[in-house]
């Protein structure tokens, strides 16, 4: 099969690790890519937004599967132009794929179908939304309906400062279009899981759990980021856990949907809360977390592609015994440019990345990485590497990640020291 991949961050340098790895994929292609990517794909210079070139570029090289790694381009449609274009691809339809593009959408269909998620509002008007704010009471938590590069979430202590947000919102001067209408929800407080599901429109198939670092500082301080590093699976989930995520979260969402006429297929990410051993669900995404896809792949012990296929061709049912895992967990820690997530330095020099990929079961997943004129690896991201470690236990998995990262020599970038502690105290 010829292959292509669109993205450029770690997810997708993980995604093209696995897939180079099935006997069915003969020639992958990237788009864009990054230098990691280029050194087991043939990277080409296509920006994952670009829909119409994306298309063009899978038509004229005869590929026949695409996978599409982050969710703009599939809330832009890509995967239904392909699928136009007779060519399988793996991912929700732009329609489907609003159960992330618009938290409004996606709190409206849960709702429906009786799922159990924060009590909500959709606004438009600062006179609503106020006084929304004032019959529900603080903390309370203020979103933007569309995309906004995982920075639309604004948790508010008190009723001032959420009435602020909306604002900022509704006025389109902190989040542009994005914001210009709001969902405001009830804060719900527990710990925090993610959970992976591939769906082919009807059949799920149950993957894994992980567990994100969203702050930049040690002690989960500091800023939100896109994450940090994040481990697989999360530690404290449960086989009751996971049976009530997939029959009273994930299972009528898939139903629902396809009684909307909108199946949906791809990868479905729930971001849940859990309290007493219940999982509430706080959003959706369209595809896989990043950094928790780099620990996915290297857990999963079957081939990616069959698993991939069997979406597109509606065949989930028949595979879904049959995936296999490897026993080992993963946990992966994140390197990242001085600054992030404000603003960061860019072009400089990474060395050492073979010496740390050197150790048995670590794998060195880049993001913001390219190379200069001198062949060197440079950072041109704020999220630029994802040193990923597979171990018996997360005590050992942390301890390989660590060694890994120390051997890498980049002075201008900086990581978390605590990645796992959940996990390991
Ligand atoms: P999102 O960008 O939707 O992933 O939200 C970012 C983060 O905000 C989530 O990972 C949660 O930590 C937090 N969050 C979102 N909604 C709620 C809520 N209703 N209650 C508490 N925390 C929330
Ligand atoms: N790491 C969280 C995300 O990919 O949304």
Same mark, same amino acid.
């Given at each position: 099969?010829?292959?292509?991949?669109?993205?450029?961050?770690?997810?997708?340098?993980?995604?093209?690790?696995?897939?180079?790895?099935?006997?069915?994929?003969?020639?992958?292609?990237?788009?864009?890519?990054?230098?990691?990517?280029?050194?087991?794909?043939?990277?080409?210079?296509?920006?994952?937004?670009?829909?119409?070139?994306?298309?063009?570029?899978?038509?004229?090289?005869?590929?026949?599967?695409?996978?599409?790694?982050?969710?703009?381009?599939?809330?832009?449609?890509?995967?239904?132009?392909?699928?136009?274009?007779?060519?399988?691809?793996?991912?929700?339809?732009?329609?489907?794929?609003?159960?992330?593009?618009?938290?409004?959408?996606?709190?409206?269909?849960?709702?429906?179908?009786?799922?159990?998620?924060?009590?909500?509002?959709? %606004?438009? +008007?600062?006179? =609503?939304?106020?006084? &929304?704010?004032?019959?529900? #009471?603080?903390? @309370?938590?203020?979103? *933007?309906?569309?995309?906004?590069?995982?920075?639309?979430?604004?948790?508010?202590?008190?009723?001032?400062?959420?009435?602020?947000?909306?604002?900022?919102?509704?006025?389109?001067?902190?989040?542009?279009?994005?914001?210009?209408?709001?969902?405001?929800?009830? %804060?719900? +407080?527990?710990? =925090?899981?993610?959970? &992976?599901?591939?769906?082919? #429109?009807?059949? @799920?198939?149950?993957? *894994?759990?992980?567990?994100?670092?969203?702050?930049?500082?040690?002690?989960?301080?500091?800023?939100?980021?896109?994450?940090?590093?994040?481990?697989?699976?999360?530690?404290?989930?449960?086989?009751?856990?996971?049976?009530?995520?997939?029959?009273?979260?994930?299972?009528?969402?898939?139903?629902?949907?396809?009684?909307?006429?909108?199946?949906?297929?791809?990868?479905?990410?729930?971001?849940?809360?859990?309290?007493?051993?219940?999982?509430?669900?706080?959003?959706?995404?369209?595809?896989?977390?990043?950094?928790?896809?780099?620990?996915?792949?290297?857990?999963?012990?079957?081939?990616?592609?069959?698993?991939?296929?069997?979406?597109?061709?509606?065949?989930?049912?028949?595979?879904?015994?049959?995936?296999?895992?490897?026993?080992?967990?993963?946990?992966?820690?994140?390197?990242?440019?001085?600054?992030?997530?404000?603003?960061?330095?860019?072009?400089?020099?990474?060395?050492?990345?073979?010496?740390?990929?050197?150790?048995?079961?670590?794998?060195?997943?880049?993001?913001?990485?390219?190379?200069?004129?001198?062949?060197?690896?440079?950072?041109?991201?704020?999220?630029?590497?994802?040193?990923?470690?597979?171990?018996?236990?997360?005590?050992?998995?942390?301890?390989?990640?660590?060694?890994?990262?120390?051997?890498?020599?980049?002075?201008?970038?900086?990581?978390?020291?605590?990645?796992?502690?959940?996990?390991?105290?």
């Amino acid at each position: 099969m010829r292959i292509l991949l669109v993205g450029s961050g770690g997810r997708e340098h993980a995604l093209a690790w696995k897939l180079i790895q099935s006997p069915k994929c003969d020639k992958l292609f990237c788009a864009p890519g990054n230098a990691g990517i280029s050194q087991i794909a043939e990277c080409v210079d296509i920006p994952s937004e670009d829909i119409e070139s994306l298309t063009q570029f899978a038509k004229n090289e005869g590929i026949d599967l695409v996978v599409i790694g982050p969710e703009a381009p599939l809330v832009l449609g890509l995967a239904d132009r392909m699928r136009a274009a007779g060519i399988k691809a793996f991912g929700p339809s732009g329609k489907a794929a609003e159960l992330e593009g618009s938290k409004g959408f996606m709190k409206d269909i849960v709702s429906k179908y009786n799922i159990s998620t924060a009590k909500y509002g959709r %606004f438009t +008007d600062i006179n =609503e939304a106020t006084k &929304f704010i004032k019959n529900t #009471g603080v903390p @309370i938590v203020v979103k *933007t309906d569309g995309l906004a590069a995982g920075k639309g979430v604004i948790i508010c202590e008190t009723e001032q400062e959420a009435i602020k947000a909306a604002s900022n919102m509704l006025s389109g001067s902190s989040f542009g279009e994005a914001g210009k209408e709001i969902v405001i929800e009830e %804060f719900l +407080d527990g710990e =925090e899981i993610s959970y &992976f599901t591939i769906s082919d #429109g009807k059949t @799920i198939l149950p993957l *894994t759990s992980a567990q994100d670092h969203k702050r930049v500082g040690e002690g989960d301080t500091g800023p939100n980021t896109g994450g940090m590093g994040a481990y697989s699976p999360a530690h404290f989930i449960t086989p009751q856990l996971e049976k009530q995520i997939i029959n009273e979260i994930i299972q009528p969402t898939i139903d629902g949907m396809a009684k909307e006429g909108i199946p949906y297929t791809g990868v479905l990410f729930a971001g849940l809360m859990v309290k007493n051993n219940k999982a509430k669900l706080l959003e959706f995404n369209v595809r896989f977390g990043d950094p928790e896809c780099q620990e996915i792949m290297m857990r999963l012990d079957s081939d990616l592609v069959d698993i991939l296929e069997a979406s597109t061709d509606e065949k989930l049912d028949k595979i879904a015994q049959t995936v296999k895992w490897k026993d080992e967990v993963a946990l992966c820690v994140v390197m990242a440019a001085n600054g992030y997530p404000g603003s960061y330095v860019k072009n400089t020099p990474i060395y050492n990345i073979e010496e740390a990929e050197k150790i048995d079961n670590v794998c060195v997943f880049h993001a913001g990485t390219a190379y200069n004129d001198n062949k060197e690896i440079i950072s041109i991201g704020g999220r630029v590497l994802g040193v990923t470690a597979l171990g018996k236990d997360f005590a050992q998995a942390k301890e390989k990640a660590y060694d890994a990262v120390k051997k890498i020599k980049w002075d201008e970038g900086f990581y978390r020291r605590d990645i796992g502690w959940r996990a390991i105290s």
